[in-house]
């Protein structure tokens, strides 16, 4: 099993930024890729990005390219988005996910993962 701890949300005026930690534990060596999905009141939970552990390569869906950037330390087996920009509509909680393979641009829906955090709020006031 893997254990995963979201820390860093919080509340944040329009055009300020965050940055995310998901720190993961356990049976780390199995995880392959790590993501990042959000969920606001009344929506479904949707992709924003996700990275692989082996090369680092990296997604983005659209609403977020250019203003968040995903990012892994290995040693730390911790994974990171830095949050810039933040828009209202950024408001949601974020969960932090985990998953045994790589799917890379197919890698995109919560059924890809394995393993999901406990979720952070993330509160972006206009």
């Known amino acids: 099993q893997v254990q995963l701890v979201e820390s860093g949300g919080g509340l944040v005026q329009a055009g300020g930024s965050l940055r995310l930690s998901c720190a993961a534990s356990g049976r780390t060596f199995s995880i392959y890729a790590s993501g990042w999905f959000r969920q606001a009141p009344g929506k479904e939970r949707e992709f924003v990005a996700a990275?692989?552990?082996?090369?680092?390569?990296?997604y983005y869906t659209d609403s977020v390219r250019g203003r968040f950037t995903i990012s892994r330390d290995n040693a730390k087996k911790t994974v990171y988005l830095q949050m810039n920009s933040l828009k209202p509509d950024d408001t949601a909680v974020y969960y932090c996910a985990a998953g045994r393979a790589w799917y890379g641009a197919q890698g995109m829906t919560p059924g890809r993962y394995d393993y999901w955090g406990q979720g952070t709020q993330v509160t972006v006031s206009s």
């Open positions: 990275i692989s552990w082996a090369d680092g390569s990296r």
